[in-house]
């Protein structure tokens, strides 16, 4: 595979990523999350006081698991569900969509049978689109190379 551009936006630099198991679920479980969408990571990263980019390029190893949803879908769904519910997976590496607060909101709605499965995709499909890629694996974080670091204005 060819090598891609990925950013992480966060309060610090951080040339030498590691796993987090923060004490919040995320949608593909712990790991460390980047995307390939710049304005994302700046949007992750203006969270924080000081608002940095890491940059970073990626070589995927094709002898790792990887798991990518191409779309959102049913699988995607319920992967994700399964992930917020603290279920461990096997993959070194998911990318995809990402759930972000107000999908995310649609997601507890339907887990808590607010609204239904069709509902959810009717109110999903209208939100712009997000990407994410977790490096899951101590293994998986060996595909990046840290490039640079930028502090993102607010």
């Known amino acids: 595979m060819g090598k891609m551009t990925v950013y992480h ?7 030498n990523p590691r796993i987090i198991k923060g004490k919040n679920t995320k949608d593909f479980g712990p790991g460390f999350y980047c995307t390939v969408i710049r304005e994302q990571a700046e949007r992750w990263a203006k969270r924080y006081d000081t608002s940095i980019v890491n940059i970073y390029t990626v070589r995927l190893d ?3 698991n990887i798991l ?9 769904l319920d992967f994700i569900i399964s992930c917020r519910h603290g279920t461990a ?16 909101n649609y997601i507890a709605d339907y887990i808590d049978g607010i ?11 209208f939100k ?9 694996t101590p293994a998986a974080l060996q595909c990046l190379e840290y490039v640079s670091s930028e502090e993102v204005t607010i």
């Open 115 to 125: 609204i239904t499965r069709e509902q959810f995709w009717a109110l999903a499909k």
């Open 68 to 76: 990518e949803f191409q779309t959102m879908t049913e699988e995607w």
């Open 128 to 136: 712009y689109p997000t990407h994410q890629i977790n490096f899951c």
């Open 89 to 104: 997976h096997n993959y070194d590496i998911v990318i995809g969509a990402m759930a972000n607060d107000q999908i995310y």
């Open 62 to 64: 094709t002898r790792l």
């Open 9 to 15: 936006g966060s309060y610090t630099t951080i040339k």
